[in-house]
């Protein structure tokens, strides 16, 4: 009979997680509805910005423009169309036929709009066409014309302006038809979109989970754990993030993250957690020494891959734009809540429902038609009806034992099913450790095969073709792009500071005109104030406002000697800066990324050799995603089917963002086949059937959580909004080459490879993981010099109830066969 282990309380931290289980959940459930309340407008809070150094020259340029020269800085335009409203033109002073928009019932009707509009609180610098005669104010065909104004305050109360005055300016008034657009517009509308995408993600993502986690435990109730411990992960991390947004910007990007990994993270971390749970039951423990086991082994995975995960999205702090730094925020806030949800909410209702975690197991009812031809009346083999015969005559005993009976044997059948599940993972191992340095070559190739697109990629910024072709925000901006000789609101802005004379400012205009590339310079413009303090001029490049050209004349015309103090913003300039933010600050983040992984990965392992190539394995699995990027999203290819507009280009920070979110998934999913291979090479010794061992005990595991990861980050990459389509689609592609073809062939390979050199240390730092080190295990081991003596076997005939050998037993047998 197999030896069934004895109770144990466990230690410290099993003790005090699970002392009063009622009231741990009692007080979590609690502390999630007040974390519904605080974080409740949170998205509201939030902006859409955040691409810009802020203590770059183009922000410096632009605020004193703001405060100098309002006007100079439009981020409302009213974009007035007479086409079909009712002008046709009228006649100009020499009586022959003018523009439409130059009509007097048109005139007049704009002069109105434009009056109404500079009342409006909080708006200033309003101008238009018909103020100036500006020709970049006009259509080429008349037909069109603009109001631009700007909404003064930061981000969040110019966008609660624009919310407020919009309704009254758009829409028909006499013979035109204005439509509101604007970099603010842009924003505003780009951050409505966001959060009615999110919403729909969630919905899509939270029933396809659910039923992928019955499929994978079986179980109903197993498969619930999870997704409660993701929720409580999202609704914890937004009270987080509205508490942050009271001291700093955060971006509204940033709840898309806090869906993904709040749900994917969460679920991996219950999986493993709940997975090691049900082996332990299904091995013989009771139900509180499976949950010490369990967190002492698969807790502490747990713990190390939040740790690495918090590091890589950690590593975004580096970075002074506030678009990555929010990511940080989301990031390591929902990590750190995931794994605290897992390690003491988890276990807390892991010891209330004991065998039951194994209720409405829906893969019963196939074992039972599988086995009704062959055992229908061998009472023996299940344990309900062992259970049913034992309590025919013992009242309320009966009835108790026959139900620890049936769970008993239920949590034994899962277990059973869960080993024979892992044995395509062993074959898959075995194979792959034949023929080694085929499947090494084949696989690293073809992954660098995958991501060669990404050499020809091109930073850009993100502008209004983010958002779906119908929204009125960026209607009109294509309207200006296609229909108007200037951008309004665009090109570069030259800002002179420092008392001029009229010569030497037309001088330096000159040479500005003189940049190879410029097509026009307007200004210079003085401050109001009088005394020529400050001025600027308008550069307007040729072709794209932020193309590689327009990059260029940036650097020539900040080049310019100048007898005044000089600095240039524009969109070109804000791309110009934030590409030197991130290439200075670029490999300090993956320095710390890097250190950080070899230190944590050298505590899991001991090995020098492991954490080098956990680095660069995960960095190889990244290499799909970032070429798909490219041959998808700057090259075009798919974008009808996937409903975007291709720019030609990358926002500059996505890679960035994307990199640090895939490669702590990437090393999530890297601790749990690590961490399983080293326990059982301490226990046995034997390199190879340890590979084994870790690839079929986590490689439907890992499968199983990327696949659901993979499901709610397409989700998320149905997003209407271009930025976070990519996000969503290129994390769940590198989420699922890593899964699938890193952990699947390339380690095992890799390591087959290394032999027994893998678990190599040099003496000082052997001893220093011998005291500091963690295992799986709980303490620091060495490998054992030759496998355990193989148990006892069973006797041939079970009794009724008895749970059949455990785990480690089956892991002997399976190592001296």
Not at 72 to 92: E, I, K
């Amino acid at each position: 009979m197999a030896e069934v282990k004895k109770p144990s309380s466990g230690g410290g931290w099993t003790r005090l997680v699970t002392a009063r289980p009622r009231l741990s959940l009692l007080l979590a459930l609690v502390i999630t509805a007040l974390a519904v309340l605080a974080g409740s407008g949170v998205g509201d809070r939030m902006g859409s910005g955040g691409w810009e150094d802020p203590d770059a020259e183009s922000t410096y340029a632009l605020e004193v423009l703001e405060r100098e020269f309002p006007a100079s800085q439009p981020n409302l335009l009213l974009l007035v169309d007479v086409s079909g409203a009712g002008g046709t033109g009228g006649t100009g002073a020499a009586g022959g036929a003018s523009p439409a928009v130059d009509s007097p019932a048109v005139a007049t009707e704009a002069r109105k709009l434009a009056e109404r509009l500079d009342a409006e609180p909080g708006v200033g610098g309003v101008g238009s066409y018909w103020s100036t005669g500006s020709p970049a104010l006009r259509s080429a065909d008349g037909r069109q014309a603009v109001i631009a104004a700007r909404i003064d305050g930061d981000e969040k109360a110019a966008g609660a302006v624009l919310e407020r005055i919009a309704p009254a300016f758009r829409g028909t008034h006499g013979p035109v038809e204005v439509s509101v657009g604007g970099p603010l517009a842009v924003r505003h509308e780009m951050q409505t979109i966001i959060q009615e995408d999110l919403l729909k993600a969630e919905m899509i993502a939270l029933p396809i989970t659910l039923v992928l986690l019955v499929m994978v435990f079986g179980s109903a109730v197993a498969a619930l754990l999870p997704l409660g411990i993701g929720i409580v992960a999202i609704l914890g991390t937004n009270a987080v993030l509205r508490g942050i947004t009271e001291l700093t910007d955060v971006s509204v990007f940033a709840q898309n993250l806090t869906t993904a990994l709040g749900l994917g993270l969460a679920i991996d971390y219950a999986l493993f957690v709940v997975r090691r749970f049900r082996e332990e039951l299904a091995a013989g423990a009771d139900t509180r020494t499976a949950v010490a086991t369990t967190l002492r082994t698969a807790g502490r995975t747990v713990l190390f891959s939040a740790l690495t995960v918090a590091v890589s999205l950690a590593a975004m702090l580096v970075f002074p734009q506030y678009f990555l730094r929010s990511f940080a925020y989301a990031g390591i806030a929902v990590v750190l809540l995931a794994a605290a949800a897992a390690l003491i909410l988890l276990p807390a209702a892991l010891v209330l429902l004991g065998d039951r975690v194994n209720a409405l197991d829906l893969r019963r009812l196939f074992r039972r038609r599988a086995g009704a031809g062959a055992g229908a009346g061998a009472g023996a083999g299940t344990g309900v009806e062992a259970g049913a015969g034992a309590g025919a005559g013992s009242g309320v005993e009966g009835a108790s034992s026959a139900s620890a009976s049936a769970s008993s044997a239920s949590a034994s059948a899962a277990g059973a099913v869960e080993r024979e599940a892992g044995a395509g993972w062993a074959r898959t191992a075995d194979l792959v450790m034949r023929r080694a340095p085929l499947f090494a070559v084949a696989t690293a190739t073809g992954l660098v095969l995958l991501g060669l697109p990404f050499l020809g990629v091109r930073f850009g910024t993100a502008d209004d073709r983010q958002l779906p072709a119908t929204a009125e925000s960026r209607v009109v901006q294509d309207r200006l792009r296609d229909a108007f000789p200037g951008n309004p609101g665009g090109g570069i802005t030259v800002l002179a500071e420092g008392a001029a004379t009229p010569g030497q400012y037309a001088r330096y205009r000159e040479r500005i005109e003189a940049v190879d590339g410029v097509a026009r310079v307007d200004g210079p413009m003085t401050s109001p104030a009088g005394g020529n303090t400050h001025a600027y001029f308008t550069v307007v490049p040729e072709g794209e406002t932020v193309g590689s050209d327009a990059q260029r004349v940036v650097g020539e015309v900040r080049a310019e000697k100048a007898p005044f103090t000089t600095s240039v913003t524009g969109a070109a300039a804000v791309l110009v800066d934030s590409k030197d933010a991130i290439g200075e600050r670029l490999p300090w983040a993956a320095a710390i990324i890097a250190v950080v992984t070899l230190i944590l990965v050298f505590l899991l392992t001991g090995s020098l050799l492991i954490p080098l190539q956990a680095v660069v394995l995960n960095a190889l699995s990244l290499t799909a995603m970032f070429g798909a990027v490219v041959w998808v999203f700057q090259e075009g290819h798919l974008s009808g089917l996937l409903g975007f507009t291709s720019t030609g280009d990358i926002e500059t920070t996505l890679p960035v963002l994307m990199f640090c979110v895939a490669f702590g998934l990437s090393m999530d999913y890297g601790v749990f086949l690590l961490s399983r291979i080293k326990e059982e090479y301490d226990a046995t010794g034997d390199h190879e059937h340890a590979v084994r061992f870790g690839l079929r005990r986590t490689g439907g595991l890992i499968t199983a959580a990327a696949v659901i990861l993979a499901v709610v980050m397409v989700a998320i990459g149905t997003s209407r909004v271009t930025n976070t389509k990519m996000l969503g689609l290129g994390v769940a592609l590198a989420v699922l080459m890593d899964a699938m073809v890193v952990r699947s062939l390339l380690v095992p390979a890799v390591m087959k490879l290394t032999g027994r050199l893998t678990w190599w240390a040099p003496g000082p730092l052997r001893r220093f993981h011998d005291r500091f080190g963690i295992s799986e295990g709980g303490t620091p081991a060495t490998p054992a010099p030759a496998p355990p003596t193989p148990a006892t076997p069973a006797p041939a005939t079970p009794t009724p109830g008895t749970p059949e050998p455990g785990a480690d037993s089956a892991r002997e047998k399976e190592h001296v066969g």
